[in-house]
C-alpha cells in the first residue's frame, strides 16, 4: 500500500514524501495510531460513526409506522382533521366532535358511531 504523508517537521518539497506499506503492517499500526501522516481514530469515535450511519440508515428507510399510527386517530382539537371526517361521514363537524369525546380518538369507533358512508 503506497500512499504519501505529510510530515510537518519539514518544508518545501521534503515535506510530502512517499511510503510503501504491506497492507497488514499498515492496518496493524493504523490500529495503534503509528501510521505517519494518519490520525488516529478512537474506539468510541468509531462507534459513534457506525451508530451515525445506522441512524441515517435507519432515517432513510422511510418507515410508515407514526404515519399509520397517526392515521388510525381523529384529532378532535384541529379543524382540517374534523373537517376531512366530516365530509367522509357525511355528517357535521359538531357531530364527528361529540364522537370523539363520546368513543375516543380511535378513528374506526368515530366513524362506526357517524355512521360512515
Same mark, same amino acid.
Given at each position: 500500500?503506497?500512499?504519501?504523508?505529510k510530515?510537518?517537521? *519539514?518544508? !518545501?518539497? +521534503?515535506?510530502?514524501?512517499?511510503?510503501? /506499506?504491506?497492507?497488514g503492517?499498515?492496518?496493524?499500526r !493504523?490500529?495503534?495510531?503509528?501510521v +505517519?501522516? /494518519?490520525?488516529?481514530? &478512537?474506539?468510541?469515535? /468509531?462507534?459513534? /460513526?457506525?451508530?451515525q $450511519?445506522? #441512524?441515517? +440508515?435507519?432515517?432513510?428507510?422511510?418507515? =410508515?409506522?407514526? *404515519?399509520?399510527?397517526?392515521?388510525?386517530?381523529?384529532?378532535g382539537?384541529?379543524?382540517? +382533521?374534523?373537517?376531512? #371526517?366530516?365530509? %367522509? =361521514? !357525511?355528517? &357535521?363537524?359538531?357531530?364527528?366532535? &361529540?364522537? @370523539?369525546? &363520546? @368513543?375516543?380518538? $380511535?378513528?374506526? #369507533?368515530?366513524?362506526? %358511531?357517524?355512521?360512515?358512508?
Amino acid at each position: 500500500m503506497t500512499f504519501r504523508p505529510k510530515d510537518y517537521r *519539514r518544508n !518545501g518539497k +521534503e515535506r510530502y514524501r512517499t511510503m510503501t /506499506l504491506d497492507p497488514g503492517e499498515f492496518i496493524r499500526r !493504523g490500529a495503534f495510531g503509528r501510521v +505517519e501522516g /494518519l490520525n488516529r481514530k &478512537s474506539p468510541a469515535a /468509531l462507534l459513534a /460513526l457506525e451508530r451515525q $450511519s445506522l #441512524e441515517e +440508515e435507519v432515517a432513510n428507510t422511510g418507515t =410508515t409506522r407514526g *404515519r399509520n399510527q397517526d392515521r388510525a386517530r381523529v384529532a378532535g382539537g384541529q379543524q382540517h +382533521e374534523v373537517k376531512y #371526517e366530516a365530509g %367522509k =361521514t !357525511g355528517a &357535521s363537524k359538531g357531530d364527528v366532535k &361529540s364522537a @370523539v369525546k &363520546s @368513543v375516543g380518538n $380511535s378513528r374506526k #369507533e368515530v366513524e362506526d %358511531k357517524l355512521g360512515k358512508k
